[in-house]
C-alpha cells in the first residue's frame, strides 16, 4: 500500500487549502483513514478521520466546523478541506491508512494505522 499527500503550500490565515491524499494497492475492502499533523517541535496529533464503508467522521476538538474530510471510493482518494486557516494549523499533514474497521473511539490513536505517507507541509503565515 502506498499513501501519496498532496495539496500543501502556503496560504495566509483565513484562506483555505485542499488536501488529497491517494491510496494505491488498497487489497483491504474496509478500514480507516486518518490525518495527523506535526508542527515543528511538537508532536504528531490527531486531525480528522473516517471509514470507507460507513458514514462517521471524526474531528479533532481544534479543527471542526473548520475542517472537512470526504472521500471518493472508486478512486480510492481522500480529502481535508481546510477552511479559515490560522497559523497554529502550520503543520505537515499526514495521511494514513487503518486495514479493517475499528471503534470510532480508537480513530484518533496512531498506533491503530497500518501505512503512512510522507506528508504534505502546510504553512499559514501572517
Known amino acids: 500500500v502506498q499513501i501519496v499527500e498532496s495539496g500543501g503550500g502556503l496560504v495566509q490565515p483565513g484562506g483555505s487549502l485542499r488536501l488529497s491524499c491517494a491510496v494505491s494497492g488498497r487489497t483491504f475492502g474496509d478500514g480507516v483513514m486518518g490525518w495527523f499533523r506535526q508542527a515543528s517541535g511538537k508532536e504528531r496529533e490527531f486531525v480528522a478521520a473516517?471509514?470507507?464503508?460507513?458514514?462517521?467522521?471524526r474531528y479533532a476538538d481544534s479543527v471542526r466546523g473548520r475542517f472537512t474530510m470526504s472521500k471518493d471510493n472508486p478512486k480510492d482518494m481522500v480529502y481535508l478541506q481546510m477552511n479559515s486557516l490560522k497559523p497554529e494549523d502550520t503543520a505537515v499533514y499526514y495521511c494514513?491508512?487503518?486495514?479493517?474497521?475499528?471503534?470510532?473511539?480508537?480513530?484518533?490513536?496512531?498506533?491503530?494505522?497500518?501505512?503512512w505517507g510522507q506528508g504534505t507541509r502546510v504553512t499559514v503565515y501572517s
Open positions: 494514513a491508512a487503518r486495514r479493517g474497521r475499528t471503534k470510532v473511539g480508537v480513530w484518533a490513536r496512531q498506533n491503530e494505522y497500518d501505512y
Open positions: 473516517l471509514s470507507w464503508s460507513g458514514g462517521s467522521i
